[in-house]
């Protein structure tokens, strides 16, 4: 009998199975169907399941766990709060995008009532609220517990500012009856970032509340636990290629892409530090593993989105047709559009290709020239990306392509842009079988199989 | 040594990349007890608000050695005022002009753009600290 994992990704468009054998390292099967959230979240599931279930034979299987990611109805929705934006804004962004969630808006400084009610009205799962090193400012976080105590009573709120403010705040949250938890300052120190913590109280919350609140119950009674947001699943399998684990090395420093039909994510697992000499690090400290998102930036609901971002002349460097607007409107709004003719492939490739390089140009770090009396000196912000071992591609566009490769080569370093700190000669790899995500969740129970699979799955091209 | 409770924050200002300094003033006011919060070299007027205001920070200590202080620090005071700084301490020190001038004629310009506390070439860290130290009322 084969012992096997399930793995499951409630996706916003579908639902993803990969059936994993945990004894020989390898990919039974895998399957999709499309997301049912709207009725109930298990009919998606059992349809997926059925079509899995063709492909292996169930007398010779044993499935001994089942383990998922989701980022169904319209995944883990966040706000947070600083104090100054290129500071504690900035951490508080950062920490909540590492743990997998959409940042609808940040907000810096002293909250406003017009503010609150722009909070109230935007449905988010979990707040964030940050502000101040330890022992620095205390009157702007005060300020917002007060305003926040006052005004929003059922959201979640994660407290990662001053702990000299916690006493204090514990008062504020619970005369107010509040739901809320403390964790370590997500900046304690000027530009020193402090992330782990914050995304692990993130996970927790999102496990115990939001489950809920997005009529998963049901599914979650069936699996043993829906364990975190997607794009956190597919960070941790990022973390676990890089770096190994405690009985093996990883394969370094690496890049995901990950062009999806409403954004496209990057996720950097690097330090970043300069790779060249004389070189001065300004502003708050990178996270080993970074993800950023890119709204702007999709190849269906965002196509018009994309159009405005890079502007016409940008998509006909790579595609020329004269109805570059109407086609990304097209897209934009017939968002299951699977492309048949060859000029439409052409195009969704197109769009790929901007959205790989204007998603790279965002997460990779930057060079700012100064003129001093002794020479030219050079600033770097971010993270320099240029000796990263690998550029990983995943995601619809990518896996089905021909062509993969010329995609994510818009993402490497260019002469023409030569102060952003992209790829230079990465090795490129696919993730063809479409398992980051499902490999994140089962590096939780089992990461040197994870790592193993990883490394034999995603290949180069 | 104990801290005393204050919180200051040093840097560079400018085009200038002179670290040592840099050093030697963190380290002596860590070692007089002041929590100290380094903004370190080639650091506009920006980076040295934002930290005092994260920080809760009590003085800002500007250093420059390239004589270009005059213009880096043009609306420094204002700045700060700006950002909700309206009291913070702001000294400044090293080679911050440029040839031969009068100090005192220096020492004035400095003050009327917002400077509490303007030292000559050569001053020691801690005759600041001594000044530093009553202008905060640490006995």
Known sequence: ???????????????????????????????????????????????AYQLLCEKFDRNE??????????????????????????????????AALGAGARVLKTYSFELTNAEIQEILSSKVD????????????????????????????????IVAGN??????????????????VFTENVMPRLNVLNVVPVREKIREIFMKNIIKSKGMDEANNYIDGILMPT??????????????????????????????????????????YPTKAGINLKGLQEPFAKRTVEGDLGMRYSALALYEASGEKLIREYVDVPD??????????????????????????????????????????????????????????????????????TGGVIVHSNNPENILKEGLYSSSEPTILKPKHPIIKIDYEYILSAMGLLAFDLPDTALNIMKKYIVEI | MNSNGKTVVIGVIGADVHAVGNKIIEHVLTSEGFNVVNVGVMSSQEDFINAAIETNADAILVSSLYGHAELDCQGFREKCNEAGLTNILLYIGGNIVVGKQDFADVEERFKKMGFNRVYAPGVRIEEGIKDLKKDLGIV
Do not use: W
Request: charge should be negative; charged fraction near 25%.
């Open chain 1, 163 to 180: 702990k000299c403010c916690y006493d204090d705040i514990k008062t504020i949250f619970d005369d107010a009856g509040f739901n809320y």
């Open chain 1, 1 to 47: 009998m084969i012992e096997a994992y399930l793995l499951i990704d409630f996706g916003s468009t579908y639902t993803k199975l990969t059936l994993v054998d945990v004894g020989n390292e390898r990919i039974i099967a895998t399957a999709k169907a499309i997301t049912t959230v709207e009725t109930n979240i298990m009919e998606g599931f059992n349809q």
């Open chain 1, 231 to 272: 794009p956190a699943a597919v960070l941790k399998a990022g973390e676990i290629l890089s770096l190994g684990t405690s009985k093996q090395d990883g394969i370094g420093d690496l890049i995901i892409v990950d062009i999806g039909g409403a954004t496209t994510d990057v996720h950097s697992l690097a330090d970043g």
């Open chain 1, 61 to 94: 299987v044993k499935i001994v766990k089942k383990l998922a990611c989701s980022s169904a109805a319209g995944g883990l929705k966040m706000i947070t709060i600083g104090l100054v934006p290129e500071l504690t804004v900035e951490a508080s962004k950062r």
């Open chain 1, 126 to 157: 979990i707040i964030l609220l940050s502000g101040g090193t330890d022992g620095g400012n205390t009157k702007t976080i005060l300020h917002n517990a007060h305003k926040i105590a006052e005004n929003i009573k059922h959201i979640p709120i």
């Open chain 1, 324 to 393: 570059i607007k109407e086609k990304c409107a097209y897209r934009h709004d017939h968002i299951n559009f699977v492309p048949k003719d060859e000029l439409d492939i052409a195009f969704d490739e197109a769009l790929a290709k901007v959205a790989t390089r204007l998603a790279l140009n965002r997460h990779a770090g930057y060079l700012e020239v100064v003129y001093t009396p002794i020479g030219d000196i050079f600033n770097q912000y971010g993270k320099d990306l240029m000796e990263a071992k690998y550029l990983i591609g």
